[in-house]
């Protein structure tokens, strides 16, 4: 009886599902093709105002070129020769929109058959008019000839203009037809829809509904006839049992999920220009623990690294390391802060936000916060709890940086006061490492009692000297794994390497284009700039200065193919050094046209390293530079044809990763080698 009422619910179940996923279906598809249908009206109900405005402005033409023979003196002359020719642009614009389409004018040119062949017979007339208001308008405006307009060519308009009016009537009337088939054929679908439905409701109804109905009034009533009670008691213990296991498992999946949240969060550290990061070493000791390490990356030259952990190891620490986490990525996309808030200054704010739920449960939050500024190569450290990092020397000595301030959540601590957090400025020099980590790890013993704080200042610090971080992480990696053994550690542990590439490997070259150069890419490329209050071309040969103190070059290639050459000296793949080359063209052309405005009086200067199968270049213009947030992210195949925008599209599309300083005049990409 138990089976049957499960085969039943189960035929119910499927029997449902299939028909409100085919209702679903439809609805959807009734949805995609209104849609579509509303788009198309709306663009005939443009095409049609527009068509009766030409019509309109035919007559005006006429009436304009009737009225210049009437004229009372030069100024009434005058009036009407401004108006006919005003008159006489927004015709023949909207003459060819309608024809063949227009953006602007929002006209999308797909004519059918028909109104293409009632576009071809007005043309004779349309070129009639055309040709003779040319005539009119080539006379002076201020002479006194305007008093006097040639007689033929009014006439040529007079006789002309019902012809074409004759054809753009029909014109019209056919793009008003051709709308209302598309208005009742849309009706139509919507009925078929509509149908289609009810159909389905009927038959659900009729198929599914009744005969489940039935089944399962069936099965009741031979329940009933059983010993009700027992049946009872025997349900509600299964369905007590069902909601404790369902409790069980609904509470390990919130802490899977909490953990994927966390994960999804953390933008774990990458490729940077000048500094070098390791990979991240996050080990917790729940699900969802509380230590997190994230990157932050802001529209201008800088890079955030962000190391939080959250006290305690429970439900509150979960949801507190989410709020936290949260609170960063907030602080991330909070355009108003990117390019003002110093490590201190975020410390701060982020405390004030997580008071009110650590004062509620107790909890509290310590932090590192490293404001990385790549352009000046220079880094500022903010501490709230978090044990000072370790700044390793190349010579095997290490001293702990920053000030330690007070712990977030359970202090309230106001901006310039004395007691806030403290940033501490921190340059790295060849071969030095700053290493960042959680408490976790100095306080783990091993199962002698040694804590590894002790390990690491005795025996891995010199072993550290002159390591690149990867190679400095996977050896603390290995010491502490060791140190662990078989035991698991007591608490959060994370931690990552920052150095930095070598300062005087770093090779530059410095050029201004010759003049040959400059015209030849003129030649490719025309931008027009405002110039004395009009429109021009931007730079003139004739004014190009060429400074015996910077190389001159010929050709593009000339700037970037030393570093072609160190590449493939290096093992890098033949479509790897390809996609580079065209990206450092991209970017060295943009540089001579959008920064020096094809200036041959300034310089652009290509500075690059190839460090650790990394290329690092920037290319440097003298130009006022841009706002790389308005640079477009998507070309299509139209666009492509463009010139503006599409060379940082290329750039961004080969490149690893993209920089801008905060002028926007200097650009840094990053290209990894491809190992595989």
Known sequence: MAEQGADNLRKFTVGYVVGLSLIAILMIAAYLMVQKELAGLESDARVINLAGRQRMLSHLITNRAILLTESYGAKDALSHYKALEEHFIDWVNMQKGLQHGDESLSLPGNNSSVIAGYFKKMRPSFEEIENAVNTLLAQDPESTSMLYPASSSISEIINASPVYLKWMDKAVFQYQQEADKKHHALTSYQLYILYAVLFLLLFETIFIFRPIMAGIKSSYNKIKQTNVGMEKEIEERRWAEKLLQGHAKNMESALIRAEEVLNL?????????????????RRTKTIGG?????????????????????????????????????????????????????PSIFLTEMNERLRQYCGETA????????????ANRSMKLSLAGQPKPWLISSDGTAVQVGEVGYIMGQF?????????????????????????????????????????????????????????????????????????????????????FIGCRPVDRYETIEFIPSKELIASIKGERVPLAVVDGGIGLIGNLDDIEEEPSCKIIDNISEAYEPILGKLSSSGWSQDSISKIKIALSELVMNAIIHGNLYSGCGSVKVEHILHSDVLEVSVTDIGSGIDDSTLPQ???????????????????????????????????????????
């Open 265 to 281: 969060l953390a933008k774990l550290p990458g490729l940077m220009p000048f500094f070098v990061s390791s990979p991240v070493y």
């Open 412 to 496: 309230e601590i106001k901006p310039g006061a004395g007691d806030r957090y403290k940033d501490f400025p921190i340059t790295l020099e060849n071969g030095q490492l700053l290493f960042l980590y959680s408490d976790g790890l100095m306080e783990q013993e091993d199962e002698a009692g040694l804590l590894f704080e002790e390990k690491f200042e005795a025996d891995i610090v010199p072993m550290l000297k002159g390591l690149a971080p990867d190679e400095a992480f996977k050896l603390v990696q290995s010491e502490f794994e060791t140190h662990l053994g078989e035991n698991s550690p007591g608490d959060d542990v994370s931690f990552v």
């Open 634 to 676: 998507t070309f299509d195949d139209e666009e492509m044809l463009k010139t503006s925008g599409r060379g940082h599209y290329i750039i961004s599309m080969y490149a690893d990763i993209v920089f801008f300083n905060g002028v926007g005049n200097k650009c840094w990409v990053i290209f990894k080698k491809d190992n595989s």
């Open 290 to 342: 509380g230590d997190t390490i994230r990157r932050l990356d802001f529209q201008s030259q800088y890079v955030g690294i962000y190391l939080h952990d959250v006290s305690g190891h429970d439900i509150h620490e979960i949801l507190l390391n989410i709020l936290a986490t949260a609170v960063v990525d907030d602080h991330k996309i909070n355009p108003t802060k990117k390019a003002v808030s110093v």
């Open 363 to 374: 909890h509290y939050v310590t932090a590192a916060y490293l404001l990385i500024d790549f």
